[in-house]
């Protein structure tokens, strides 16, 4: 992976989000989850979800500027 490229890095981000997705939705079928960890996670997957939007800001361009 090359460190400068940001659409690379969007793309794992992408994925660790879809991933964090997944796993909460089986921690909620569960029904006996760890309300702990699932609030953990999710607060990760906000994080995730804010540094997406950051570096998307990023690659495409502000058109009504």
Not at 15 to 24: M, V
């Amino acid at each position: 992976m090359n460190d400068d490229d940001p659409a690379e890095l969007l793309a794992l981000l992408k994925a660790e989000h879809r991933r964090l997705d997944a796993e909460i939705e089986v921690m909620r079928g569960a029904g006996n989850c760890d309300p702990l960890a699932l609030a953990r996670m999710k607060k990760r997957k906000l994080g995730l979800k804010d540094q997406i939007q950051q570096l998307e800001d990023q690659i495409i361009p502000d058109i009504l500027a």
